[in-house]
């Protein structure tokens, strides 16, 4: 089983309906990460969580919210979903210290028409 | 400029030849990754380095801290290496920059 699971992996929807991605880990990680990846713009962080009871915003996390449910899970949303949010979308988890890479998940791609 | 350039964006080899892909980066860091994309999409993480130098088995991985660089070889490449290399530096935390990615493509 992979160490970081995303679902759905693929998604289409319309404009204005409310989104969720999900994401779990087996890791036992603190720290954990949503990113989007758009041709051309590399990897941009949205939200992380530090912990259960820690919420950050990144640098682009207009649009989206997050859910630390426990430890070991780390949901997306979008409340009303836009077709520039189509894009191909990473979680990612990390330790607490800071020494061991961040261990990504297969990614959702997901699409709004 | 973005924190993290990566060059070249695009790279075609065939197979059998040395690669090197650059990162250089404008900012003080605590480590520097190196990611392999594949063309389904899934990103593993090959290397992490904050000096030296690092290798596993037909990777090689360098930094220069003074001149904020790093560069990525492969040795002997094959079809199989085709993926998007990211370069992706941490300055402080765990938060990561990354660069745009070089696509690779060897050509058998």
């Known amino acids: 089983d992979a160490d970081v699971t995303q679902t759905p992996r693929n998604r289409i929807t319309k404009t204005g309906k409310r989104i969720m991605l999900e994401c779990s880990q087996t890791k036992g990680h603190d720290r954990m990460y949503w990113y989007r990846q758009d041709p051309g713009l590399g990897l941009r962080l949205i939200y992380y969580?530090?912990?259960?009871?820690?919420?950050n915003k990144g640098e682009i996390s207009d649009g989206y919210s997050v859910s630390r449910q426990a430890q070991a899970k780390f949901s997306l949303s979008l409340e009303s979903a836009i077709p520039n949010q189509t894009a191909l979308y990473f979680c990612a988890t990390s330790d607490s210290g800071g020494l061991q890479p961040q261990h990504f998940g297969d990614g959702t791609r997901l699409s709004i028409l | 400029k973005n924190e993290v350039e990566q060059s070249p964006q695009n790279l075609t080899a065939q197979e059998g030849e040395f690669i090197t892909i650059n990162c250089s980066y404008s900012v003080g860091i605590s480590a520097l990754h190196w990611l392999q994309q594949h063309p389904g999409g899934g990103i593993v993480s090959l290397f992490m380095l904050s000096s030296g130098k690092k290798k596993h088995g037909r990777l090689i991985a360098t930094i220069n801290i003074q001149e904020k660089h790093s560069s990525l070889h492969i040795t002997a490449s094959h079809p199989r290496d085709s993926a998007v290399y990211i370069c992706?530096?941490?300055?402080?935390?765990?938060?990561?920059?990354f660069g745009e990615g070089t696509q690779l493509t060897v050509n058998p």
């Open positions: 969580s530090f912990d259960v009871k820690d919420i």
């Open positions: 992706a530096v941490r300055a402080s935390g765990s938060r990561l920059t």
